[in-house]
């Protein structure tokens, strides 16, 4: 197992999430209260972007929304925006089909976060 600098700290506030990519990996580190999770980033359902959840975006009537895909601080999990599966962020299970996602380790060091592969 080795340790990859993927972002700094700053870069993902509390309650976001980040796509990052390692030795091919596609990765989305998600901060959970100052705590940073890391699970694959290609939905096992239909290969969306867990990333991409939460992001703000232009509707019909040009006004700024939140996309689809929420993220969960007190209970640990999120949704893929793709339709909506749950994903716990420790486990990366989706409680409804027991499937699990990749999880990756994530810690930090002087300001930069860091996944274990
Ligand atoms: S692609 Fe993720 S829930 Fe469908």
Do not use: F, G, P
């Given at each position: 197992m080795t340790k990859h600098t993927v972002a700094s700290v700053d870069e993902i506030p509390e309650g976001e999430v980040m796509g990052v990519e390692v030795d091919g990996i596609e990765i989305a580190i998600v901060n959970i209260g100052g705590e940073f999770y890391g699970i694959q980033n290609v939905c096992l359902h239909r290969r969306?972007?867990?990333?991409?959840?939460?992001?703000?975006?232009i509707n019909e009537e040009d006004c700024?929304?939140?996309g689809p895909g929420v993220i969960n601080q007190e209970e640990c999990w999120m949704t893929c925006p793709g339709?909506?599966?749950?994903f716990d962020l420790k486990t990366g299970e989706n409680p409804a089909t027991g499937k699990r996602m990749r999880t990756f380790?994530?810690?930090?060091?002087?300001?930069?976060?860091?996944?274990?592969i």
């Open positions: 969306q972007r867990l990333h991409t959840a939460t992001q703000e975006r700024i929304t939140e339709h909506d599966w749950k380790e994530v810690s930090t060091e002087d300001n930069e976060i860091q996944v274990e």
